[in-house]
């Protein structure tokens, strides 16, 4: 468009450090010898100076002329003859950054220049306050091009990440360097090289992962603040320290302090954002942005600042966030604040993740009787960074003392939780519970023993027991505060079990009780909402209902986005089940083994020992036999997960470990599992360990699916029962129609294998046709599942090599003789990903090069 003259003018349109300035530098360096360049930089000083930005061009000009439009144009016009004769071109290219801080009488030449052809402009400017009038008035009239960079979505993120680091970028990491950069790039870059000079960003195990919260005060990001923040005009300053320290602070305080044109200008320049509610507050675009500032002001300074918000801001209508943040700004400048108002603002920190203000505050109360709750709530901050050890320890000294607390529960929950995750037995947590709990005063047990026992029934999977107190919980005439976590966990805890039995639909239900009585629960400290999701999601995928478990799993993730470091990892692993369930290994390879990763730094749902198994699973299932005997050490590492878990995690590396040795160790295994007593009465986890079994190809489960799947609720236990019934019946016609079938129902992974089924019968009775027919329908279920050079599990039940669906393309483009720039240009991808994916395809295939690629593919 630039070199070619296709358009005289073209306006790049972003907001700060979206990448404009870079465009305009890179083009300046990608075309000097090509083009005869001028470069013109927009000033906040100069804005008010008329053709101030122009002075290096005429200076030659007397004192009249150079407030003279025409003379101003004729001495541009000569020193562009100047250029051109000592240039090969006669193409002059003017370059303009930060175009909306010209001034009118610059923006009026500049705007000749281009109506008179006189040279070709690229003006860089924010969408606020935008282009000056004669500038902008040329794109109105159609003599100039308009380009809007926007901030980096989601999908570039993810993109850049990719490109940048050597190795695999989790969801986690991905959301997080997303939502702190905001998109922009020249913030994301700060973020990036600060966090891995501070060791946050750190590669465990090819997994790139965060062990904490991107860095306010790193280097890279106080210059790139200080960059923005100097560039503005002193009333504009200061406007931005008051709100970085008091926001969200109410609009009107600040117009009040610095006048309402100022705070029109900074929201005009998207600096600042206004919340939507009466009253409307102020906050700076972004969060490690304010923090960047408050870390640049002094103690002294930052009290003025406060004094001068105190005189004109209401304390006592302060909420939310707005009045956690003055509690936290009154502490950094040394002043004293009330242990009532100490205590509000620590939960409110909690309830934000803010984990480490939390503590801060918390750590400040004195007052004997708010002095437990306080400890409480340091208790949860550390249990929400996985430290556990050190919140048991401050739960032991503060439960007692809440015993007649709402929180009371909550906190007895938490505190088992805590030494549970720090390797202790619920037995040996409870011995001291029990001393103190005694019995009411109707002689019933005490609501501390009451919890317990729920945990014990629980740790049990013993749905009957659960159920009688469930129904006695039910029944109960009082109507206590207590009574409400209570019955979220006895209704939760039944969901679970009852699932485990084979029942997922009454599992269901209880799960979506439990789920009704937590909107009393919001502010609890223990942590209700994950607890019921987990038993939600499971009983969603017992019955097969895979689309119902990722919304709930989507649902909460949207509306819970601040708790994704403490919750990410379990978020992920349940992910990761639920692809495994659907048999789409790959995908649950990726997502499984960075969730294995961040459950390793903080496992508040204790999964780690569940998710390590699968991902030892999936890996050694896909022949990666060097990850899968590493996550097989992490499953024999990991502490106990709970009975409920440990059971089928037992199940899943018991058929990994199979997978690997082909001994005939683990189905041996497998079957001794399904034959003992914890098996007894959970027919649901029977029937997925005969589904592992079935998997590993052992034919002689199929009877047993049968009768196990008869009994099971749900449509994966009907769509079990049609794929062994079916089998056993070994008619073509019969498996094709299963097959069908199970395919229309969404259990792809099951139709392949009846498809597989189907093709080796009908050749068997000479029907071939019929038979390639079924092939091809197996290779379509397997291109849906991602997996498209795998044979059906009872073909070949290991393939020598995987090639993952992105690996296929590439190898595909490659062998066709493309090389990996036009691979990369056409699948949408960077060079450095395609020799990435290819450098692996060589180590899998066992060659060297391009050349021995095809020979070596999977017929």
Not at 4 to 24: E, H
Not at 55 to 61: E, Q, R, V
Not at 444 to 462: C, H, K, N, P, Y
Not at 644 to 668: M, N, Q
Request: hydrophobic share 45%; with cysteine; glycine share 8%.
């Amino acid at each position: 468009m630039v070199r070619n003259r296709t358009s005289q003018a073209v306006f790049v349109m972003a907001g700060a450090g979206i990448g404009k300035s870079s465009l305009t530098e890179a083009l300046a360096e990608r075309l000097t010898g090509e083009l005869n360049i001028l470069q013109i930089h927009g000033s906040s000083a100069l804005a008010a100076v008329p053709f101030g930005v122009l002075t290096p061009y005429t200076g030659d000009l007397t004192a009249e002329e150079s407030v003279s439009p025409v003379a101003v144009l004729r001495s541009m016009w000569t020193y562009f003859e100047t250029l051109r004769e000592g240039s090969s071109s006669s193409q002059v290219l003017l370059l303009v950054d930060d175009a909306h801080y010209l001034d009118e009488a610059s923006a009026g030449v500049i705007a000749d220049l281009i109506s008179a052809g006189w040279a070709t402009v690229v003006a860089a400017a924010r969408p606020r306050p935008g282009l000056p009038q004669p500038l902008d008035q040329l794109w109105y009239d159609g003599l100039a091009e308009r380009v809007d960079l926007r901030p980096l979505n989601r999908e570039q993120i993810e993109e850049v990440l990719a490109h940048i680091l050597d190795g695999t970028v989790p969801d986690a990491t991905v959301d997080a360097a997303w939502s702190a950069s905001g998109g922009n790039p020249r913030i994301l870059d700060a973020l990036l090289h600060d966090a891995a000079e501070a060791g946050i960003l750190s590669k465990s195990n090819g997994i790139w992962i965060l062990l904490g919260s991107l860095p306010a005060d790193g280097a890279r990001l106080a210059a790139v603040v200080a960059k923005d923040y100097l560039r503005r005009r002193p009333e504009e300053q200061e406007a931005l320290k008051l709100i970085a320290l008091a926001g969200p602070v109410g609009r009107k305080v600040i117009e009040d302090i610095c006048g309402a044109p100022v705070v029109r200008s900074l929201l005009d320049q998207q600096m600042v954002v206004e919340s939507v509610g009466i009253p409307s507050e102020l906050l700076l675009w972004n969060r490690l942005f304010s923090n960047a500032i408050r870390n640049s002001i002094s103690v002294s300074r930052s009290l003025q600042l406060q004094e001068k918000i105190r005189a004109h801001q209401d304390g006592t209508v302060l909420r939310g966030e707005g009045r956690l943040r003055f509690v936290e700004w009154s502490l950094e400048c040394g002043v004293r604040v009330s242990d009532a108002d100490l205590l509000e603002a620590a939960q409110q920190a909690l309830a934000l993740f803010r984990n480490d203000s939390a503590r801060t505050i918390a750590a400040r109360v004195q007052d004997s009787g708010m002095a437990p709750l306080a400890r409480a709530i340091q208790a949860r901050a550390l249990y929400n960074v996985g430290a556990y050890p050190e919140a048991a320890a401050l739960l032991d000294s503060c439960w007692l003392q809440l015993a007649d607390d709402p929180q009371g529960p909550a906190v007895l929950l938490l505190r088992v939780s805590a030494h549970q995750a720090a390797g202790h037995q619920l037995a040996a947590v409870a011995e001291d519970v029990k001393d103190h709990a005694g019995r009411a005063a109707d002689g019933s047990l005490a609501w501390q023993e009451e919890i317990l026992q729920l945990l014990r029934s629980g740790a049990d999977v013993d749905y009957r027991a659960l159920a009688a107190e469930v129904d006695t919980i039910r029944n109960r005439s009082s109507t206590e505060a207590k009574d409400e976590p209570i019955t979220a966990l006895a209704e939760a805890l039944l969901a679970h079990a009852l699932t485990a039995a084979g029942r997922p639909a009454e599992g269901l239900d209880a799960a979506l009780l439990a789920a009704s009585e937590l909107p009393p629960l919001e502010d609890s400290l223990f942590f209700f909402p994950e607890f019921v999701l987990g038993r939600l999601v499971i009983s969603y995928l017992a019955m097969g209902e895979w689309e119902s478990a990722e919304r709930e799993l989507n649902s909460y993730a949207a509306g819970h986005a601040a708790g994704a470091a403490t919750f990410g990892g379990s978020l992920q692993m349940l992910r990761g089940y639920s692809l495994l369930r659907q048999g789409r290994m790959e995908r649950a390879y990726q997502m499984l083994l960075p969730a294995v990763e961040a459950l390793r730094l903080n496992d508040p749902l204790q999964l780690f020992r569940f998710g390590s198994s699968l991902g030892f699973y999936v890996a050694a299932r896909l022949g990666d036999a060097a990850q899968a005997k590493r996550l097989e050490q992490d499953h024999k590492d990991a502490v106990a997960g709970g009975p409920a878990h440990d059971f089928l995690a037992g199940a899943y590396a018991a058929a990994a470990a199979e997978y690997l040795s082909r001994d005939g160790k683990g189905v041996a295994s497998l079957h001794t599992m399904l034959t003992a007593a914890e098996a007894s009465g959970r027919a649901g986890h029977r029937l997925e360990l005969l589904a592992l079994c079935w998997d590993l190809g052992d034919p002689s489960v199929v009877p047993m699916v049968q009768e196990a799947a008869s009994g099971v609720e749900g449509r994966w236990a009907d769509a079990m029962l049609t794929l062994a019934t079916s089998w056993e019946a070994a008619g073509g016609d019969s498996l094709m129609e299963a097959a069908a079938s199970l395919e229309g129902a969404g259990f792809v992974n099951l139709a392949r294998e009846a498809y597989a089924r189907a093709s080796a019968v009908l050749e068997q009775t000479g029907e071939r046709r019929r038979s390639r027919q079924a092939v091809a329908q197996r290779e379509r279920c397997d291109h849906e599942l991602g997996e498209r050079f795998r044979e059906g599990r009872f073909i070949a039940a290991a393939p020598a090599v995987h090639l993952t669906r992105r690996e296929q393309d590439i190898v595909e483009l490659a062998v066709q003789g493309l090389t990996d720039r036009e691979i990369a240009q056409r699948l949408m991808v960077s060079v450095r990903t395609v020799e990435g994916h290819l450098y692996r395809t060589y180590v899998k295939l066992g060659v060297r090069s391009r050349d021995e690629l095809e020979s070596a593919l999977p017929k």
